[in-house]
């Protein structure tokens, strides 16, 4: 039996101004105290679909799916932090998209329909465009972090080009994920 592959959809950041900034940010949130994960900033992307565990034979069927997209390149403006699911009881903090949304849910909304027909169950929320950056892991000052949230919500992470949808592969790790390119998209 094959080795199943996890896998998902995204757009990397390919700017180290970005990265950098997103770097500063966290470092912020480690100074809160809060008891979180911070996300590597060369692991963090625009997750468009995580599909999971698929047998290696799905791969070129779900880039055939990715070749149907239409879109051209875009910029993607990042803008200030939040949390899933509530300030109340925050889970995640990420990073804000403004410019830009609006392409990624369109590209979410193209490729959903044909995920399904090869297989794939349907997304039950549709796409909520965001970087996660930290994942909380506890309530421990969590009032100083969610402070710090709506202090930073116009902070400013800089833009990217999202020019090619990538087919990223998972492989989970002690030292955390490990993400390789699989299939890449630019129209």
Not at 8 to 15: E, H, S, T
Not at 112 to 137: M, N, W, Y
Request: aromatic share 10%.
């Amino acid at each position: 039996m094959s080795e199943k592959i996890r896998s998902f959809i995204a757009f990397d950041l390919a700017n180290d101004s970005v990265v950098n900034r997103i770097a500063a940010a966290q470092k912020m949130i480690m100074q809160t105290n809060a008891d979180v994960k911070l996300v590597e900033p060369k692991n963090i992307h625009i997750t468009i679909r995580f599909l999971g565990d698929i047998a290696p034979d799905m791969v070129e069927k779900v880039y055939a799916a990715m070749n149907n997209i239409k879109f051209t390149p875009f910029n993607v403006q990042f803008t200030g932090l939040g949390v899933f699911p509530t300030v109340n009881y925050p889970r995640v903090v990420w990073a804000g998209i403004t410019d830009g949304s609006d392409q990624l849910k369109s590209i979410f909304e193209q490729l959903e329909p044909q995920l399904h027909d090869i297989g794939f169950k349907p997304e039950p929320e549709s796409l909520t465009p965001h970087l996660t950056i930290a994942r909380v892991r506890s309530g421990a000052n969590k009032q100083r972090l969610v402070d710090l949230v709506q202090r930073q919500e116009f902070y400013d992470f800089g833009n990217i080009r999202a020019d090619c949808l990538k087919l990223k592969r998972s492989q989970l790790s002690s030292k955390g994920p490990i993400y390789t390119t699989l299939k890449e998209y630019c129209p």
